[in-house]
Every structure is written in C-alpha cells, then in structure tokens.
C-alpha cells in the first residue's frame, strides 16, 4: 500500500492503478499464503530426538520403554505448562534438524503449515510424540518472543504403510481417541477432525498389489468405525502415486471403490511425479480434473459405494489375498536369485546414478529390495514393459480362488462390487500395456544364464495372471471394455518398442564402460522416452 499511495502521489496512478493494484486485491482476497505446505518426517526419528532429551535429563532412554510407560510420559508432558528441552542440551546434527524444523513450525504457525504427516507410524505414542515436540518448540519461541506464537499446532497426521500397520491402524487411532487430552485436543484444535493417512506404496512393495488394496479397504473401514466411536469426524488422506502399483489409475474410479462411509465430504490424496504435469499442466486439464474430484467425492458421499454383499466374498477376499501374498513374497524376498536378476534385468542401478528423483532411491544404505524406495521399484520395472510389482501373485490367487469353487462367485464380485472391480480392471490396463516380448529382450542381452529360467517362470506367472483375469471380468481380451485406451497404446507402440531396443543395447554397453557419459546421457533420454509411453510410473 505504502508503493501504491507513492506512486499515486507522483502521478504514477497508471502504474498504482496496473498490476500493483491487482497484485494488493490478491493479498487482499487469498493472504501472503496461497497454499500451505505439509511437513513429513519419519517416527523413529521422533524417537531418536526423544531419547536425546530423555537421556539429557537423565531419565532413560525413551526408545528402550514400554508404549505404556511412553504414552504416561506424553500424556504427563502434555498436560504440563513448563519446556520440556533445556535451551543448553547438545545433539546431533539428525536430532537438532528435528528440533529445528519444529521451531520454525512455531514461528510460522498453521496458517503457512497445513500438515505435520508422521512416516511408517505405528503406535499411539508416535502422534504424542510429534504433538509434544510442538508443544515444547512453541513455548521456547513464545518465551524469546514475549508473545504467543500464530496460530495453531500443526494438525499431526499418522501415516500407516507397512500391510502390518495398516491391520493396526484402527486400534491406534481407537487408544488415541480413548486419551481425553488427545480427544479435546482434536475438538478444540482441529474442529473435532482426525486426518489419516494411507500410504499405497509400502504396503505394496511389501506385499504385493492386491494384498497391499485389500488391506487399505479394511484399514479404511476400522478407522471410519473408530472414529465414529468416539463422535470424531474423519478424513483420509491417500499417499497415492501415478502407477498402479502405488495405487494410481482413474481418479474417480478410485474414489467411487472406497469403502462405503470412508469419503464424508471430504478427501485428501497426493499427485506425484509427471502425474502432476499431465492433470494440472493445462488450465483446462487443471479444471477438468478437479471437476472429477468434486464429481466422485459428492457421489461418495450421498450414494456411497457398496459393501461387500455377503461375509462369503470377504473369506473369499482373504484367500485370495494370503495366496498373493505368499506367492509374491516367495518370488520377492525369499528366492536367492531375485535380487541379482532385478538389479540385472532393469536399469534399477543405473537410475540411482542419473539425479532424476527428488530423493535417493534408497531409504538406508543397503542392497536389499527392503530399503528401495517404492518409486525407483515400480519405475525400474516399467522400464521393462514388464510393470512386474503391478501383478505379481495376483494370478496365484485367483486361481486358488477358482480351484476352491468361487469362479461365480468372483465373476459376481467383479459385476456387484466397485471395489473388486476397480482392482481388477486395473490389473488388466497394467497387463495390456505390457509387453512379454520386449521383457524377454531385456532377459536375453542383459541377465546372466544362470537366471534366466527365473525369467521365463515369472513370464508364465504373466500368463496365468492374464488368464484368469479375463475370466473373472468376462473380458475375451485385455482392454476389451476400453477402447480408447486400447486405441491409445496401440497408438504409441511403434515410437515406444524401439526406444525399448535402444535402451536394452545401450544398458548393454554401458556396464562395460561406467564411466562413458555420452552413453549415460542417452540412457537418460530412453528412460524419459520410456516413462512418457507407459505414463503410469512415478
């Protein structure tokens, strides 16, 4: 205002009167902060700044107690009006990044922060112990300020990954929602809203793809009903990708399959990776997209989705799911030759080199298929036309299923239910855009001999996963519901097949000259020509 008034002063009202005057309405209208920014940090690193603090003060290690013993000092700490770190305690660099990033969530407050999102929780303790770290940081910065700090907390939002924190999520939430500070908290804070969040990624690599949607589904179930329980609103937040393996596909699809009670009004879900240049790079695609989710989260919510008809299709559910899981972690995490065959047959090594992510391609520093981000997982195998992490176990499911005498009952499920019908047709867009022949190549230049008899058995667990997903959705070939996607791939294969061919030779060349640049940076163009002709894949 002081710029416009002097413009206008001086005769300048041409210029206070231009974009100055419209950049002022927008303040006006929208404040210094259009959209606010989540924070994310993983548990354990919450505890390892607990222990820092406990062990300063010479209580123990906070790590090593009970989740009672845990809770009872959160619980205490929370309800007291003193800091809890001492403004002289020495850490690490890990441990003061932690205490740092707090103490600029305090001076900000949430009117620039929306989120704080817990990683890999796991138990009560981990949201208790976010909610104290913030409570301490605000009075320290209220303390040097002589004022309150703005705003808010940050609403704490739990993030469940893992298949097995999932199956825990409603009971934590459940213990949560028991502890009556943490209740009025939520009412008094968050308008009487919990947010959590869904993570599709971990669960998938951990699991596989089906066990991974049919754990969401019933993680989503126990923490609508446990927040219920207790006169809490809820929203879930979903850690969706742009593949099918960490839980990408249609937008409304996905939102018309959630359980039926899981989407109230309200919804939350990240875009990832190009997804978000493809449905938000045009103005009218932005548009277009947000009228999808608008469209789908109203239809949820008056016309919920249905239920599985009867417990039978639930048991059903179950089977299918152990055989998958089973199946996929056989191949996964207990063949000894997997691992090489991966690191062989994709050019999974080769992108941890490229700078092409926005984070490492591993979580710890380790070989194993364990601390590989889901992102450079799904992505490596993409790059095959082989999308392995999309379908792997789910045709060893279904043909127990069958073998059991539930192939009416699955061919129902697939026509009743949205659910299982979402996951099915999914898998058979990730089969169709496949291509055995091209991930044969990929076998035969790049894999030792010695393992490429595990190639072909999973080639052949590609074909039984084809064929019984087409007899479950009635289907006589893939994408025989979807025309215009069928249309879409036909479309690109005779650009996309040979940038396949190239990459494999240049692969080929490259691990006997790691050092060549020139072929590194023709790695990088198949590998960006690859992902724009699957475009599921970050």
């Given amino acids: 205002m002081l710029c416009c008034e002097s413009m206008q002063s001086c005769g300048s009202d041409i210029l206070a009167d231009g974009r100055l005057a419209d950049l002022i309405r927008r303040v006006s209208t929208f404040g210094m902060v259009l959209m606010k920014l989540d924070l994310r940090q993983e548990s354990g690193k919450h505890s390892e700044t607990l222990d820092a603090i406990t062990e300063y003060l010479d209580m123990g290690t906070y790590s090593e107690w009970d989740e009672e013993k845990k809770l009872e000092f959160l619980v205490t700490e929370l309800k007291g009006k003193r800091p809890l770190v001492p403004p002289t305690i020495e850490v690490s660099a890990e441990v003061r990044e932690v205490l740092d990033t707090f103490r600029v969530a305090a001076e900000l407050g949430s009117e620039s922060l929306g989120a704080y999102v817990i990683s890999m929780a796991s138990k009560a303790s981990d949201i208790l112990a976010v909610e104290l770290l913030q409570k301490d940081a605000r009075l320290a910065v209220s303390g040097e300020l002589g004022r309150p700090c703005p705003d808010n907390t940050l609403r704490v939002v739990p993030l469940f990954e893992t298949v097995k924190d999932l199956r825990g999520a409603g009971s934590v939430i459940r213990k949560l929602l028991s502890i009556d500070w943490y209740r009025n908290h939520i009412i008094e804070n968050d308008n009487g809203l919990q947010e959590v969040m869904v993570g599709y990624s971990d669960s998938g690599k951990d699991s596989g793809r089906f066990t991974a949607a049919w754990e969401l589904y019933k993680a989503q179930e126990d923490v609508v009903a446990a927040c219920k329980e207790f006169g809490i609103k809820v929203t879930l937040f979903h850690g969706r990708g742009g593949s099918i393996g960490r839980g990408g596909g249609p937008t409304y699809l996905a939102i018309q399959s959630q359980p039926p009670g899981s989407v109230m009004g309200t919804l939350r879900s990240t875009e990832q990776g190009e997804m978000v240049q493809a449905k938000f790079g045009l103005a009218q695609t932005a548009v277009r997209q947000l009228e999808i989710y608008t469209t789908a989260v109203l239809l949820a919510t008056l016309h919920p989705p249905d239920p599985p008809r009867s417990m039978n299709w639930r048991e059903v559910m179950e089977k299918i799911s152990e055989v998958s899981q089973q199946y996929y972690r056989s191949i996964v995490y207990e063949n000894e030759q997997f691992l090489e065959y991966f690191r062989e047959v994709t050019p999974e090594a080769e992108l941890g080199n490229l700078n092409i992510g926005s984070r490492p391609t591993r979580r710890k520093k380790s ?172």
């Fill in 367 to 538: 070989s194993g298929i364990g601390h590989l981000r889901a992102i450079p997982w799904i992505f490596a195998w993409t790059q095959t036309r082989f999308v392995l992490p999309a379908w792997l176990g789910i045709g060893a499911g279904l043909e127990a299923a069958c073998a059991k005498g539930y192939k009416e009952e699955l061919q129902a499920m697939y026509r009743e239910w949205p659910f299982f019908q979402c996951a099915i047709d999914l898998i058979e867009m990730v089969l169709a855009k496949s291509d055995l022949s091209i991930a044969k190549h990929y076998d035969e230049v790049l894999v030792s001999p010695s393992r490429q008899k595990l190639g072909e058995e999973l080639r052949e667990a590609f074909r039984m996963t084809e064929k019984y997903v087409l007899l479950v959705s009635g289907h006589e070939k893939l994408t025989e519901n979807n025309k215009s996607l069928k249309r879409l791939i036909e479309s690109r294969l005779p650009f996309l097949n040979p940038i396949n061919m190239i990459q494999v030779e240049i692969l080929r060349r490259l691990r006997g000259d790691v050092n060549n640049q020139k072929l590194r940076d023709a790695l990088l163009i198949t590998i960006n020509g690859i992902a724009a002709g699957m475009r599921n894949t970050g």
